[in-house]
């Protein structure tokens, strides 16, 4: 006799992969880190490199300075990976990798440690995220101007499709469009519009016939975002996969449906995680989580949580433990996946598919008369849309139009034991962490031509490359090559940096519409005021704001609504976007005569990088300017970093932008001995 199912049970779907986005200090800590998740039940590896890494340094560079092992791992050459993946066998993992510029160099890496493992590297699964165009608008981890990006994201495409057939060469990455302010509506316009420019480059290379192309589309992954408007979202993810499938069948022809499925990985969104009540970010992953997984059709095939703790710092294993358990509750003890499309035949769901789909073809119809997604990079129309719609939601909160729980509403709250001891409430990097690093990469340096390794000299392998990429040969092979040769990763791109260049992406402060007016008796109204009287007594037609982002963190969203409102509010402002050192930034502010400093970071490097701008000023004469610090800082380090002289500290749960301009001037002010004003603010 067959076993019966019991009464009301139905056979299941399989699950999505889970995955915890993970990495941090060494590739040794990173290593065992990923043996322990995997032990825990995740089905996939999600690893975070280091900004280094991400943006084509070695760990000893200027800009590395602080930022080395903190929001990922280093891997500056073979020796790394290996490491990183000892004792995991890539033929049988999936693995995604975070990385974009330096996307190829990462990829070369892993294949040629899989060869070392025996793996038949035609097997090997997994995804590099490799969307340039979202890093212009977005993240900040550009390299090379947006011509030579599109070929290396080109090349790589070609490569895997006939050496690497189970593999994603790209995702397309809406996820940072959103965090970066992007409506439902732009991301999905942006995103469309560059998987729209990558298969035409690819198309138009000649490095994949046309009978292959269903080949290329049905590797092509997209990386989304979800936030905690779920229904919205789930709609969303709706509207995409008919869209894809327009686009695919009318302008690339691929008849085949599988090819045309819109396959898509999510993080759910950590822009509405707050610092202020951190519990309340659980119920927030939840919900959000929801929104990809509810919906059979739309469903994604990968998730990764955020930990509840990431306003805050660093995620503890414990806090990555309890994202995972999230996905697993709802995966193996739910009945979601013994059901087909929850939503199907429902109006309410396809009104608003069809509105977004809609809304959505229109706006990639304009970028498409632009000249196509990188032009629309070029002139500033996509990242100036994008800083105006970030403006719009931190208005609507400002305001209280937009509710966010124990921020701006329900702010009275119980003791939290979770936080009760902030210390021990993230992981925090050992600061000593950056010196074995630098002390290791020197080893490597010193000992790759010897045994065991042997590896050839690098500079013939360096000098193929360059050579390539003068021309028009695929550069993966001799990306390989340099792999093979011990080559380092601030080698590699420094090679690609002397043919293409580099690249500094427009900023959208300068044409981004005014979010807040400043109407008699509002809030922005009397901080012009302020800022007006202030410049009066100091003689001085402008007050001078320098915003300043110092290392490596791209992620300028903070900086540019910052700078934005301040503009707003009479300040003349300077902001020449990110990626500066603290020397650059002190020559521009003693150059511009400043009235003040304001320095962003989110990636932990603020401990080195704040005390040695304040310490290159003490050096000008000019400690009367007032340097101010924001970003994600512990209470600790901001204690410390206001001992050192930084006049204020704003972290994520600031969110009242002009009240933040109003202190600022407040700031200025007392570093030039004027009487308070009796103005609120």
Not at 90 to 115: F, G, K, P, R
Not at 426 to 445: G, N, Y
Not at 606 to 614: G, I, K, S
């Amino acid at each position: 006799m067959t076993e019966r199912q019991p009464a009301g049970r139905r056979e299941k779907d399989r699950p999505w992969l889970m995955r915890t986005y993970a990495g941090h200090s060494t590739a040794e800590a990173s290593n065992e880190l990923y043996r322990r998740n995997l032990a825990k039940g995740q089905t996939g590896l999600s690893v975070a490199f280091d900004l280094p890494t991400q943006t084509g340094y070695d760990s000893d560079h200027v800009l590395a300075r602080g930022e080395v092992g903190r929001v990922g791992v280093p891997v500056a050459h073979l020796g790394d990976m290996r490491r990183l993946f000892q004792d995991i066998p890539l033929e049988q993992m999936n693995t995604s990798m975070t990385i974009n510029a330096t996307a190829m160099w990462l990829l070369a890496l892993y294949q040629v440690v899989a060869e070392e493992q025996g793996a038949d590297v035609t097997r090997l699964q997994g995804t590099t995220q490799n969307d340039i165009v979202k890093e212009y608008l977005s993240r900040g981890t550009h390299v090379f101007p947006p011509g030579p990006s599109l070929r290396l994201t080109t090349d790589m495409i070609a490569y895997t499709v006939s050496h690497l057939p189970k593999w994603n060469p790209i995702n397309i990455c809406s996820y940072h469009l959103q965090e970066a302010g992007a409506t439902p509506v732009q991301e999905i316009a942006y995103a469309m519009s560059t998987a729209i420019a990558v298969l035409d480059a690819v198309r138009d290379s000649g490095q994949v016939p046309q009978e292959r192309m269903g080949d290329v589309v049905g590797r092509i992954s997209f990386f989304v975002n979800a936030g905690v408007r779920f229904v919205e979202e789930m709609c969303k993810m709706r509207a995409f996969g008919r869209i894809w499938d327009q686009v695919t069948r009318e302008r690339y022809g691929i008849e085949n449906p599988k090819h045309r499925r819109f396959r898509y990985g999510v993080q759910v969104n950590s822009l509405g995680l707050t610092e202020a009540q951190p519990e309340n970010n659980v119920q927030r992953i939840v919900l959000e989580m929801l929104a990809v997984t509810l919906s059979k059709d739309a469903r994604a095939r990968a998730v990764q949580l955020p930990a509840w703790n990431e306003a805050l710092g660093l995620p503890r294993p414990w806090d990555q433990q309890w994202s995972l358990r999230i996905q697993q509750v709802l995966a193996y003890e739910s009945d979601l996946l013994e059901y087909g499309d929850l939503f199907e035949g429902s109006k309410v769901v396809e009104a608003k598919v069809e509105e977004l789909v809609q809304d959505s073809l229109a706006e990639i119809e304009r970028i498409q008369e632009m000249g196509g997604a990188l032009a629309a990079v070029e002139s500033g129309y996509l990242k100036s849309q994008l800083v105006a719609s970030h403006a719009e939601r931190r208005a609507r909160i400002e305001s209280g139009e937009e509710k966010i729980v124990g921020v701006n509403i329900f702010e009275g709250t119980e003791p939290n034991p979770l936080t009760a001891d902030l210390d021990t409430a993230i992981q925090t990097v050992d600061p000593a962490v950056e010196a074995q690093v630098i002390a290791s990469l020197q080893h490597w340096r010193d000992t790759r031509y010897q045994p065991p390794f042997n590896h050839p000299r690098p500079c013939k392998a360096l000098e193929k490359l360059k050579e390539a990429a003068r021309g028009t040969d695929n550069l993966m092979e001799a990306t390989l090559e340099c792999a093979r040769a011990g080559v380092t990763t601030g080698e590699w791109a420094g090679a690609l940096r002397e043919v293409f260049g580099e690249f500094r992406a427009p900023t959208g402060v300068s044409s981004a519409p005014v979010a807040v007016p400043a109407e008699e008796g509002s809030q922005l109204a009397e901080v012009r005021r302020k800022v007006e009287l202030t410049a009066k007594e100091l003689e001085v037609g402008k007050l001078r704001f320098l915003v300043g982002k110092p290392g490596l963190d791209g992620h300028s969203n903070g900086a540019e609504q910052i700078a934005v409102r301040a503009r707003d509010a009479g300040f003349e402002v300077v902001y020449q976007g990110i990626r500066l050192t603290p020397e650059q930034i002190v020559d521009a502010a003693l150059a511009e005569d400043v009235h003040a400093v304001g320095l962003s970071i989110l990636s932990g490097s603020h401990a080195q990088l704040v005390p040695d701008v304040l310490e290159r000023l003490r050096v000008a004469g000019a400690t009367d300017i007032p340097v101010i610090a924001g970003g994600i800082i512990p209470g600790g380090d901001a204690e410390q970093l206001r001992a050192a002289g930084v006049a204020a500290v704003f972290t994520p749960k600031d969110f009242d932008i002009t009240g933040i301009i109003g202190r600022i001037v407040d700031e200025i002010r007392t570093a030039n001995k004027l009487d308070p004003l009796e103005v609120p603010a």
